[in-house]
């Protein structure tokens, strides 16, 4: 079976993006017993950890800073070819904090997945556990699905619930929905590389 090659875009802590590195070195048949490996790791911005866990696993980077081009469409134009030249199967936004635009999209949409802290649609946007917890929400999540031109509207891949508890600020209950969200992001990425998917209008069937 091939190996899926995994592009990984992220903005921050990248701790989603150290999970599936970890579940890929620690399954017994390595990247072939996993389905995946990831051959490179895309940021919007220098000095964040998600980079620096790329670099002490040997990963090769890229980095495309919005404010390095004149327009958002040159950005878009430069984020889609830097994660073109690396091949991928799979594009993965772990944490990546910016939407991109139509090139990105025309060239890997249907292969490009993204992890968000709610329970799609609920709470779309950057802020979607404080968005929540706002709103009172008594359970809440994370959701992967596939990336449209829309900000979180793509078809839904796969959730999972967390109870919202009394009284607990944002930082906690994001802490709490990571744990789910880095389990659900590894086990969606392998099943998707393992046995191949179906898109069809809304409806994801991973075969
Ligand atoms: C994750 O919770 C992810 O869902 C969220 O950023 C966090 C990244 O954590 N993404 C968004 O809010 C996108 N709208 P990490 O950098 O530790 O993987």
New binding site residues.
């Given amino acids: 079976m091939a190996v899926s090659r995994l592009v990984v875009l992220?903005?921050?802590?990248?701790?989603?993006?150290q999970a599936l590195l970890d579940a890929i070195a620690a399954h017994p048949g390595g990247p072939e017993g996993f389905g995946a490996e990831v051959v490179a790791v895309g940021a919007d911005r220098e000095d964040i950890a998600?980079l620096e866990r790329a670099e002490k696993a040997g990963i090769p980077t890229f980095v495309c800073p919005v404010k390095g081009y004149a327009t958002r469409e040159e950005w878009d134009a430069a984020l889609t070819a830097a994660t073109a030249a690396h091949e991928p199967d799979l594009v993965v936004?772990?944490?990546?904090?910016k939407i991109v635009g139509k090139a990105f999209i025309d060239r890997f949409g249907g292969r490009f997945i993204?992890?968000?802290?709610a329970l799609l649609p609920a709470f779309p946007?950057?802020h979607?556990v404080r968005d929540a917890l706002a709103y009172g929400a008594k359970v809440t999540g994370?959701t992967v699905h596939f990336v449209d031109g829309g900000v979180?509207t793509g078809p839904i891949i796969a959730q999972g619930v967390v109870e919202i508890r009394d009284g607990e600020d944002e930082a906690a209950l994001?802490e709490r929905?990571?744990e789910v969200?880095r389990t659900l992001l590894v086990d969606v990425v392998g099943r998707l590389a393992r046995h191949g998917y179906r898109i069809e209008g809304r409806k994801v069937t991973i075969q």
């Fill in positions: 992220v903005s921050g802590s990248g701790t989603n993006l998600g936004s772990a944490g990546f904090m993204n992890t968000h802290p946007g950057a979607g994370c979180d994001h929905i990571k969200e």
